[in-house]
């Protein structure tokens, strides 16, 4: 570690000399690896195994574990096998905060109802109607977006002075979009093609699409799992359908195709 202003030594100075850390330290370029060796380590010495396919996914017989830096959830049909793996990992020395039933994780609320699982985030979304400055007493929007608006470069538009405030928002609105909002898809990757530069009809779309998102805060996904279901897959594709000849030459993404898809393994999945 290169020697941290202020510190002074007798035999050296910092060109010549850095400390070595005889533990991992928190901010260093590669503390997230050697956190998640160890807890790996930890976890295969209480006979965990590793998914070859989801490196932060582990199993143990019926129990699953699944870890986002130092954030981990314990699945499985036996409380009591779960109680046991979570006593394993304390005995072994590895300090754990048991929090009990799943109701919160990074952000994402998680209810049951009945056999239902439904995941939502009302916090993020009320975060991001303070940041746009939303009035509450006006109608919510019905829709992401106007249907027959398509957003471009817009040059001519008045720049957007607060480009800080609409990256942030953005970044929210991503985060939302690939959880519990599939329903703004299109519309959060339509404004997030500005952020670099965004004007002021860019900043109209994003209060736009806040003041749907305020009319649902409280919806999102609920999750019927069928046993007797297989994984489902939708395709689509559209046609430059953004294509647009007053802004074609300085916009040339207007001019590309685009395709996507969905992967599920439950007919019921979509926006409740």
Known sequence: MVLPAGIAMKDGTSKTHVLKLEQNLYGQKQAGQVWNQYLTEKLKGIRFEQSNVDECVFYRGQVTFICYVDHGI??????????????????????????????????????????????????IIKQIQHQVGLDPRKKHKSTPAPSMKLLHRDQQAPAFDKQLYYCSVIGKVNYLEKSTHLDIVYAAHQCARFSEDPHSTHAEAVEYLASYLAGTRDLGIMLNPDKEQSFEVYVDAEFIRNWHKGTTAEDPSTAKSRSGGTLGSDPDYATA
Do not use: T, V
């Not at 072994?92 to 009945?114: A, M």
């Open 74 to 123: 314990f699945l499985g049909p036996n409380f009591d096998a779960i109680d046991q793996a979570i006593a394993d990992l304390k005995e072994d020395k590895l300090d754990i905060k048991d929090w009990g039933n799943l109701k919160d994780y990074l952000g994402i609320n998680i209810s049951k109802i009945r056999e239902k699982i439904k995941l939502s985030q009302p916090h």
